[in-house]
C-alpha cells in the first residue's frame, strides 16, 4: 500500500528448543513405564493361572506319636515353701586364755576330726609356770618325808617313855613331853601332807592351762571360717575359728497357720537348690515349733537333709516341698504333656482316623513327674506325650505307644 509501511515481527516457535525435547522425553518414559506393566500383567495373569490350576486340598503329612491313657490315681497334698540351709551343728573355737598364736594346723575348708589339735597358742611362759609347779610339788613331798621321819622318832621316844614309866624309872613329866612331841610332830605331817595336796592341785591347774593354748576341735567337721592368723594375739573367748558339721544339713521353713495343722515329725520333703537345679534333696521334718509368731502367724518347722556327698552348703536358697500325709483321687497326666501358653493345654487323639485336637485344662497338684487335671479332660482320653510340640490341631496321627499310669503312680 501506498504511504504505508510494512512492519513484521518474529514470533519463536513453542515447539522448538528445549520445550521439545522435553516432551520428547516425556513420551517415551511413559512409553517405557507401559511397556514394564504390560510384562508384568502378562506375568501375574500366568502365574494366576497355574495357583487356580494345582489342587487345593493337600493332604496333611502323618505324625508319629506317643500317647498316655488319662487314669485316676492317688494324689498327695504338698506344701510349696522356701528356705534357707543352716548347718546341723556348728561351734566357733575360742581360747579360755589368752597369748599369741603359735602355729594353725587348718585353714579354710579343710576337714578336721573330733579332737584333733586345730591351733596352738604360745606356752613359753605356761611352761615355766608348770616347771615351777612341779618343782614345788617336789619340795612338798620332801618336807612331808621329813616330817614323817620326825613323826617315827616321837612314836618311838613316847614307846620308851612308857616303858620307863611302867618300870619307875621314868617319870610323868618326860611320859606328858614325850605324847606331847608326838602329837606336833603328826600335825606338822598332816600340814605337810596338805602341802603336798596343795602342789598337787597347782600343778594340775598349770598343766589345764597349759592344755588350754592347744585349742582341739570338739566336732568332726570343716572350717567355715577363720579368723585369726598366726603371730596374732588372741584375748580370752576371743572367737578363732568356726567349724560345721555337713554330713547332714538343715533347713527352717516357716508354716501358715492354715497348714500348720498338717505338719507333725517324719513327714518327707523333697528340697532344691539352684545349685543342682536337677537333683532332688529328700529330707524329713525333725522339729515343729509348738506356737506360731504373733506378728507372722506362722511357724518354724525345721527339716533335716542328709547330705553324705556335701553338696548341700549352709546359706544355700532352697525349694521345699513337704508332703502332708493326706492322699486323694484325681486324674493325672505327665508333666511332658502340657503344652506352653497362657493356660494349660494338651494333645489329645481322638476319632477314626486319628486326629490330633487341642485341649484347654485346668491343673491343680504337682505329684513327681505328674500333674493332677481338674477341669477338661476325663479317663480314658489319649493324651500326647511325645510328638505333641510338632503336631498342629486336625492333623492326622498314627499311635506308636500307648501306656496306663500304674495306681499309686
Known sequence: MAGHSLIVTRVPSLLGGPMLRFLTRLILG???IAACFG??????????????????NKTAEVLAVETVIVQVASIGSRIELV??????????VRPRVGGYV??????????????????????????????????TLDVAKAQLQAQATERELSEKTLARQKNLAKSGAGTPQD???????????????????????????????????????????????????????????????AP?????????????VHVIERDYRLMRGGLEAEVRVDAYPNVVFQGKVSRVAPVLDEVTRTADVRIDIPNPDRLLKPGMYTRVSLRSGTEREGLVIPVAA??????????????????????????????????????G?????????????????????????????????
Do not use: C, F
Open 30 to 32: 511413559l512409553a517405557v
Open 39 to 56: 510384562g508384568w500383567y502378562v506375568v501375574y495373569r500366568d502365574a494366576q493361572a497355574k495357583a487356580q490350576a494345582a489342587p487345593k
Open 83 to 92: 528356705g534357707s540351709l543352716t548347718p546341723l551343728a556348728q561351734v566357733v
Open 102 to 135: 603359735r602355729s594353725l594346723s587348718v585353714d579354710l575348708g579343710d576337714a578336721v576330726e573330733e579332737g584333733a589339735e586345730i591351733a596352738r597358742l604360745d606356752d613359753d611362759s605356761q611352761s615355766e609356770a608348770v616347771a615351777l609347779a612341779e618343782a
Open 175 to 237: 611320859l606328858e613331853q614325850s605324847q606331847a612331841a608326838l602329837e606336833i610332830a603328826q600335825a606338822r605331817v598332816e600340814l605337810e601332807r596338805a602341802k603336798v595336796a596343795q602342789a598337787n592341785a597347782d600343778l594340775l591347774r598349770a598343766k589345764l592351762d597349759m592344755e588350754e593354748l592347744r585349742l582341739v576341735s570338739p566336732i568332726k567337721g570343716v572350717v567355715a571360717d577363720r579368723m585369726i592368723d598366726v603371730g596374732n594375739l588372741a584375748a580370752p573367748d
Open 240 to 252: 578363732l575359728l568356726r567349724i560345721v558339721d555337713l554330713s547332714t544339713v538343715r533347713t527352717t
Open 338 to 375: 502340657l503344652l506352653d501358653g497362657q493356660r494349660p493345654s494338651v494333645m489329645i487323639v481322638e476319632g477314626t482316623p486319628a486326629l490330633a485336637q487341642r485341649r484347654m485344662i485346668e491343673i491343680g497338684a504337682t505329684e513327681g513327674d505328674l500333674v493332677e487335671v481338674t477341669q
Open 377 to 409: 479332660l476325663v479317663a480314658g482320653d489319649q493324651v500326647v506325650t511325645l510328638g505333641n510340640r510338632l503336631i498342629t490341631p486336625g492333623q492326622a496321627v498314627v499311635v506308636i505307644g500307648r501306656k496306663e499310669l500304674a495306681a499309686g503312680h
